[in-house]
């Protein structure tokens, strides 16, 4: 099967930017998540879709962030206007959902990797 | 809050010999998953391993196993016969609740396997 593709693989914008990263998760996986891994860090949860409806968002900047998954499949993020402290590798994941992580493990795409400079 | 700690930033280890990375865990839920991920320089986050909270054994897959103590809330991941394609980020990561929602990952431990 075919994994989960994220473009681009590097961007470097000046702050005060805007950038959007896209996704496009296994085919028939419900559930997509966004991950932001800053260097030195785990990844950190920015927003989880079940299908094309919100799950949690409660960790996204909402003031600076966006992300939509209009149907359901692909999804886009957005930074708007970008700060130096969002130069981080932005993971995208998806599952099959309708169950655990431990029985609908995570598959992660290669990221992007994102300098604000 | 839930946390997870990975307290080796680094370590290295002789091809073909055997390593174990440390993880402790903070929960007081008694439903929860416990996952080790492998990331390489291509940056994909890979599953390593997984472990239901509530059995009592030990996970293994194939040259990786983990000794899980549920009292000590500790997941430490062992790699036997060390080969070069291990040499990446392993994190160590929980969900609570077996839910499909936040995974909290540690930060990480860089393993070197040097030939």
């Known amino acids: 099967e075919a994994g989960v593709a994220q473009s681009p693989r590097y961007k470097i914008i000046e702050k005060r930017q805007s950038v959007a990263f896209w996704c496009n998760p296994i085919s028939g996986h419900a559930t997509l998540y966004w991950y932001q891994q800053i260097l030195g860090q785990g990844p950190k949860l920015l927003i989880q879709f079940q299908n094309n409806g919100v799950v949690d968002d409660s960790q996204l900047p909402k003031d600076r962030f966006s992300a939509e998954r209009l149907k359901g499949v692909d999804s886009t993020l957005k930074i708007q206007p970008a700060k130096l402290e969002d130069s981080a590798v932005y993971l995208c994941?998806?599952?099959?959902?309708?169950?655990?992580?431990?029985?609908?493990?995570?598959?992660f795409g290669n990221g992007t990797r994102l300098t604000v400079t | 809050a839930q946390t997870v700690t990975q307290s080796q930033p680094e370590m290295s280890v002789q091809e073909a010999e055997t390593v174990t990375l440390s993880c402790t865990y903070d929960t007081s839920e008694s439903n929860y998953y416990l996952f080790w991920y492998k990331q390489p320089p291509s940056r994909q986050m890979i599953l390593v391993i997984r472990?239901?909270?509530?059995?009592?054994q030990n996970a293994t897959e194939n040259r990786f196993s983990v000794n899980f103590q549920k009292a000590a809330k500790s997941f430490s991941l062992k790699i036997s016969d060390s080969q070069l394609g291990d040499t990446a980020m392993y994190f160590c990561a929980s969900i609570y609740g077996g839910s499909q929602g936040n995974l909290i990952f540690g930060k990480g431990t860089k393993l070197s396997v040097k030939p």
């Open positions: 994941a998806s599952s099959l959902g309708g169950r655990s992580l431990y029985n609908s493990p995570l598959h």
């Open positions: 472990q239901e909270a509530y059995k009592q």
